[in-house]
């Protein structure tokens, strides 16, 4: 079963959830990612510019 949860905030990409696993990140919040930004959104923060 596939149900569409929402978009990711970053790409607009449809995140969904497949049964019954959410294929994306939901952060505390409250913003949906798909993993492939939030990934990026993790090494950004490994690596602060500075
Ligand atoms: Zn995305």
Same mark, same amino acid.
């Given at each position: 079963?596939?149900?569409?949860?929402?978009?990711? +905030? @970053? @790409? +607009?990409?449809?995140?969904? @959830?497949?049964?019954?696993?959410?294929?994306?990140?939901?952060?505390?919040?409250?913003?949906?990612?798909?993993?492939? @930004?939030?990934? +990026?959104?993790?090494?950004?923060?490994?690596?602060?510019?500075?």
């Amino acid at each position: 079963m596939r149900e569409l949860v929402s978009l990711c +905030k @970053c @790409c +607009k990409k449809d995140v969904y @959830c497949i049964d019954g696993f959410f294929n994306g990140v939901h952060t505390e919040e409250k913003e949906i990612y798909c993993f492939e @930004c939030y990934e +990026k959104l993790m090494k950004e923060n490994e690596n602060p510019q500075s």
